[in-house]
């Protein structure tokens, strides 16, 4: 055995205790010389390195780590006892922190701690902030869609980079088919529809029916059906989990994941994670399923209840406009509908009306109306017998609101408009004569769905070519706006603006009015506004045999 001399061994004395306490000391401490060779070592330091004994070198029995750091002290001379620059390193499965302290002589005591349990665990902490992190990223980006496609893009693009190699979601079935999608890690997603058996894949039928909420282990990939591998994922999948997608109380499709076989099988802790994944996944897709049915269940209602496209029925023009209370809303209170004549000679009904109140629960109400109206177009001959029954059929009803409305009776004879006007608790209509002059029709009545008994009078009024009759809501003449911000647009500058149409189309009548009512109301809070106007045509027109095209002007 090699011996060097440097720092002499603690030996008994004055300072036999101390010795002895560094000699039991829990930590490892060794002594070596300038030089490199070991002077003294504690117990502990003893077993952790067995073969350093007084005498041996550095290099022959510790780390190869703990030797340089050493020769580098030596290097820069003797100390006055103040401890140097900690090191680290490995020895075997640990991680030790080695602290100097240099002596006059070029001596130097080593203090060694392992530090493998705070370095595990400040692994762990870093590993659990990018998972949280991650998790915060993907709600993100999931939520950031209510589109279900791109959801499901989002979710297997997110999988397949951050949980696996690659990733296929399974929505539950949309009649007899499956809508996936799957994606490689750096790739393209890619969506497909077709007839599966979820019974192929180990655990898959329980996740598309939301349990267990324990994802399938030990999945065989030999046993995967080519559908449940993306298309790119090159090799053999070396293991496969399934977890499924939980949605608000009802499933929403299960997620398979597939790892190459040169990497590490899932364990228990990365399973759990990749469900954590999977709740968000599932929520985000619930919700963008859910708007989804719901979009199309307000565009179905709103095929009903949106105001028709009007145009010439019969030789007579047809032209409507409305504006809701709200400019985000599509729907409200506020009515038209033009109901043609089946025949030549017999008279089309138009409508226009006003339910009290504005938005959806309006707009219900509206559609119930125009349903009943609908029904009884075989008595429009008496237009005060449809308001009476209409009534009726409103107190009957859970509704509290009540309705004003405008009927108008249209047939040609021969150049000339005739009509049957009454009003039930509405703004009479006005009438455009061909000079300019604006008349109030000589009609009025009580509003529907309030009273019992509801009474109306009805006037005749005959249309000349050019001349138009104007039928509309009180959103009109009492939205407030103008120079002071808070005046009524009133009948007053109604009449002196559709004085400026005589012998205009009914569509440029309803464009002139609608400019001025949007342009006085300027962005002041309004009610819905509607307007229908029902105009002589200039010249006599021809029309195809189902009486609504439109055929040839003649002079």
Request: aromatic share 4%; with cysteine.
């Amino acid at each position: 055995m090699t011996t060097h001399e440097g720092i002499k061994p603690l030996q008994p004395g004055p300072a036999h205790g101390v010795a002895t306490s560094w000699t039991h000391a829990p930590y490892p401490a060794l002594v070596a010389d300038e030089a490199g060779g070991i002077v003294q070592v504690n117990d502990a330091a003893a077993t952790l390195f067995p073969g350093a004994v007084p005498g041996t070198l550095l290099d022959d029995t510790v780390p190869g780590w703990l030797a340089d750091a050493h020769r580098g002290l030596a290097r820069r001379g003797g100390g006055d006892g103040v401890p140097g620059r900690t090191v680290s390193g490995r020895h075997g499965p640990l991680v030790l922190e080695a602290h100097p302290t240099v002596g006059v002589d070029g001596g130097v005591v080593w203090w060694l701690t392992d530090d493998t349990d705070r370095l595990l665990a400040e692994r762990a902490l870093r590993h659990e902030q990018e998972r949280t992190a991650f998790l915060a990223q993907a709600s993100t980006q999931l939520l950031a869609s209510l589109n279900v496609r791109r959801c499901m893009e989002v979710a297997v693009e997110l999988a397949a980079e951050y949980l696996a190699d690659a990733a296929v979601l399974v929505a539950p079935p949309n009649g007899r088919h499956h809508p996936l999608a799957g994606c490689v890690a750096g790739q393209a997603p890619e969506h497909r529809m077709i007839r599966v058996d979820p019974a192929e894949v180990p655990g898959l039928s329980e996740a598309l029916q939301g349990f267990p909420p324990v994802p399938s282990r030990w999945i065989d990939p030999a046993s995967l059906p080519p559908w449940a591998v993306p298309d790119g994922f090159e090799g053999r999948a070396g293991s496969v989990v399934v977890t499924p997608l939980p949605g608000h109380g009802v499933p929403a499709g299960a997620l398979i994941l597939l790892r190459h076989g040169d990497r590490a099988a899932f364990d228990a802790a990365e399973e759990v994670f990749a469900g954590l994944f999977a709740a968000r996944a599932g929520a985000a897709l619930s919700a963008a399923r859910l708007y989804t049915e719901q979009a199309r269940i307000t565009a179905t209602l709103m095929a009903d209840l949106l105001p028709p496209t009007l145009t010439q029925i019969r030789g007579v023009e047809f032209a409507g406009g409305y504006r809701p209370s709200q400019d985000t809303e599509r729907i409200g209170g506020d009515f038209y509908d033009v109901h043609p004549a089946a025949e030549e000679g017999q008279e089309t009904l138009a409508v226009l009306g006003d339910v009290c109140g504005k938005g959806l629960e309006a707009a219900v109400l509206t559609g119930k109306i125009r349903n009943t109206l609908q029904a009884l177009l075989p008595m429009t001959g008496d237009h005060e017998h449809v308001l009476r029954l209409l009534n009726r059929a409103l107190l009957s009803s859970r509704h509290s609101r009540f309705a004003t409305l405008a009927l108008a009776s249209v047939v040609r004879r021969g150049g000339k408009v005739r009509l049957r006007l009454t009003s039930a608790g509405h703004p009479p209509p006005l009438i455009v004569r061909h000079t300019g002059e604006v008349e109030q029709a000589d009609t009025s009545g009580t509003l529907i769905g309030a009273l019992p008994h509801v009474r109306a009078t009805t006037a005749h009024v005959e249309l000349a070519p050019g001349e138009t009759c104007l039928l509309y809501t009180d959103g009109i003449t009492e939205g407030r706006g103008g120079p002071l911000g808070d005046v009524m647009l009133g009948e007053r500058r109604l009449s002196a603006t559709l004085a400026e149409c005589a012998g205009m189309p009914a569509e440029a009548v309803v464009e002139r009015v609608q400019m001025l009512a949007t342009e006085w109301v300027g962005g002041n809070p309004h009610d819905d506004m509607a307007l229908l106007a029902i105009t002589a045509p200039n010249r006599a027109q021809l029309t195809a045999v189902d009486g609504r095209t439109p055929g040839r002007y003649t002079a």
